[in-house]
């Protein structure tokens, strides 16, 4: 599996909170390191506690959208709050399997996303958003890291 189709797959899964979806995607090895930006940190090894953790912080609050975007050379998956608020951005590596993924929560981290997003909302048509309802396969946008 290339990795768009691990992105939309991941995608997919998250939206539908399938766990299993998620574990037939992870590779055995897999590491998720998360940099919440408050200094804990956190590395969960595994696919099954990978899965768990993914659904625990990507899980959809009220309002809250995933939608695939790029981030540092590759596909990532893209959460936004109910105001288009970037609130977190899920980078991964891996071919046919997923080795390793980095979920970024830091405020400081996402403040570009959302200062760019800040920029677009005077010009709607470069405003390039995925909602639950369109399918995995939808838009990308281009952000670093």
């Known amino acids: 599996m290339t990795p768009p189709e691990l992105a939309e797959r991941l995608l997919a899964g998250l939206l539908l909170r399938d766990e299993g979806m998620l574990l037939q995607l992870l590779g055995a090895d897999a590491r998720l390191t998360v940099?919440?930006?408050?200094?804990?940190?956190?590395?969960?090894?595994?696919?099954?506690?990978?899965?768990?953790a993914l659904l625990a912080r990507l899980g959809r609050p009220a309002g809250a959208s995933l939608s695939i975007g790029a981030a540092n050379g590759g596909p990532a998956i893209?959460?936004?709050?109910?105001?288009?608020?970037?609130?977190?951005?899920?980078?991964?590596?891996?071919?046919?399997?997923?080795?390793?993924?980095?979920?970024?929560?830091?405020?400081?981290?996402?403040?570009?996303?959302?200062?760019?997003?800040s920029s677009q909302i005077a010009e709607p048509s470069g405003l390039s958003f995925t909602t639950a309802a369109e399918p995995p396969a939808a838009r990308t946008e281009r952000q670093e890291t």
């Open 35 to 52: 940099d919440a930006g408050d200094g804990r940190g956190a590395e969960t090894r595994g696919p099954a506690r990978i899965a768990v």
């Open 78 to 117: 893209v959460q936004r709050d109910a105001d288009g608020t970037v609130t977190g951005v899920l980078c991964f590596e891996g071919e046919g399997a997923i080795d390793a993924l980095w979920l970024s929560t830091a405020p400081a981290r996402l403040d570009h996303w959302n200062r760019r997003r």
